[in-house]
């Protein structure tokens, strides 16, 4: 047989010329050994077509067809196989809890004993900082920002809308301390819901100013982003102020009277042909969806235009809030972002948009961390894998995980009376020798408007951006 350009296409024994065309059925999986014997390439292309025809019986209200494609998938979806393996089982536990949540009480019968613990969450976000450079490079970039907006200042206070790793601050104290002019007088103002996190905060940079002689103040406000009221912050007449939030602000674009849409996207499977070519030297599981989920999902394809061809939602609360630090008058506030499009209006639009940016974070964990590491179990599971779920289960307020495009955030801040202030090259420059410094060539940094981009490969996963005040 031949294709449409002459070559020979697979042969009819291959099992990767028949589950694009084959029907659901109960029991299918069980009943065919080839699933199981399926190699790594064509078992992650057959995850990814049952993931997106699972999220479109979900959105169609089908919820049989649901249930047996999530039965399919278990029959190969691992959190300890390999990396799509690892994301499926993700991404099905998130779309049998959006399933579940349509009957409340059966949904909080089975969340009734769940136990929260918060040194486990503490710690797995430790894990986070150091298996990644993300983190890294955004404090590096912030206290820059910060350093140079401050100079000659001699009462500087920094807001942290998400005070959880007191090693930027310390790293900023000592950069202080190195000012030919003396260090300041410096406050900061952690906000976190945790008040043991922040207890923890206040004595290693308190105890780090004694040792380096710097006048310095701690204060705490418990509170939750979403009911921080801003004069608790307290600033101060004749203070320069900065603010820095990190992965904090998207949390905010939720409203109630969010409208429940669905998205009955009709489910095409493509010929053996196209999925066989797809899977030709494919080196990252990111490439993998890259070449083949764009004409699955009824020609919607992830790109980074897709933020600029969606409306600008404007919420009450993230207006009020962009507002009322505006009216702080910040010298300088730096962003930090997840640098992705997860904040659509229908299940399809974020499940495909997810895929690709959780299937990269994933593709890093695989370089760095062996399979059977228990740390990267907890990251992926605690922490990604919640994630995941809150874009694809949730809706309305409770759904948090609203991420968004630079872009959209240049638009914000606009609104808000924020403009700009790029990123200086010294600021640049440190990030890119961060980076530099972790043996993985997949990480890259790129310059957007002033701001630094922080990429796997061309996927672009956070962002830093700097606002001041327009007079």
């Not at 990252?284 to 919607?300: I, Q, R, S």
């Not at 904040?343 to 639009?349: D, H, S």
Request: hydrophobic share 40%; net charge negative.
């Amino acid at each position: 047989m031949l294709q449409d350009d002459g070559s020979s296409s697979v042969t009819s024994s291959s099992p990767i010329q028949i589950f694009p065309i084959m029907s659901l059925s109960p029991g299918f999986s069980s009943s065919n050994q080839w699933l199981k014997e399926l190699k790594s390439e064509e078992r992650g292309l057959y995850l990814i077509h049952l993931l997106l025809a699972c999220a479109n019986h979900v959105s169609c209200g089908s919820l049989e067809n649901a249930n047996i494609a999530l039965d399919h998938i278990s029959q190969l979806a691992s959190p300890n196989g390999d990396t799509m393996q690892r994301i499926a089982s993700h991404f099905t536990e998130a779309l049998a809890d959006r399933i579940l949540r349509s009957w409340p009480g059966i949904y909080k019968a089975l969340r009734s004993t769940k136990l929260s613990v918060v040194s486990e969450d503490i710690l797995v976000r430790k894990m986070f900082f150091e298996f990644f450079p993300f983190l890294k490079v955004a404090f590096v970039v912030t206290n820059q920002a910060i350093i140079e907006a401050m100079e000659g200042e001699k009462m500087v206070h920094i807001v942290d809308l998400n005070a959880g790793e007191p090693l930027q601050w310390r790293a900023l104290l000592q950069d202080l301390s190195a000012r030919p002019e003396g260090p300041p007088h410096l406050r900061i103002t952690g906000v976190h819901q945790q008040k043991e996190v922040l207890d923890q905060m206040a004595y290693v940079l308190t105890e780090e100013a004694e040792k380096l002689d710097i006048p310095f103040q701690f204060n705490q406000v418990v509170s939750q982003l979403e009911d921080l009221d801003v004069e608790k912050l307290r600033v101060k007449t004749g203070e320069a102020l900065a603010i820095s939030s990190v992965m904090q602000l998207h949390t905010l674009l939720g409203h109630d009277n969010e409208p429940q849409k669905k998205s009955p996207l009709p489910f095409k499977h493509s010929n053996g042909v196209n999925l066989h070519r797809a899977l030709i030297n494919q080196n990252t599981l990111g490439e993998l969806l890259e070449k083949d989920m764009g004409h699955m999902a009824n020609g919607y394809s992830p790109s980074n235009d897709t933020a600029s061809s969606s409306p600008l939602c404007s919420t009450t609360k993230m207006d009020g809030f962009l507002n009322a630090l505006w009216g702080l008058s910040p010298k300088v506030m730096v962003v930090t972002e997840q640098d992705s499009n997860h904040n659509g209006t229908t299940l399809m639009e974020r499940l495909s948009e997810s895929l690709h940016y959780y299937a990269a974070l994933f593709d890093c964990l695989e370089s760095a961390l062996p399979r059977t590491s228990l740390e990267r179990l907890k990251v992926e599971k605690m922490l990604l894998g919640e994630e995941i779920k809150n874009i694809i289960a949730c809706e309305g307020l409770e759904r948090k995980e609203r991420h968004e495009k630079l872009e959209k955030w240049f638009q914000r801040f606009d609104v808000a009376g924020f403009g700009n202030a790029p990123l200086s090259y010294y600021a640049m420059l440190q990030a890119r020798r961060l980076l530099q410094s972790y043996s993985c060539e997949g990480y890259k940094i790129k310059e957007e408007n002033g701001c630094v981009v922080i990429c796997w490969h061309d996927r672009a996963l956070f962002s830093v951006s700097s606002w001041r005040c327009r007079k």
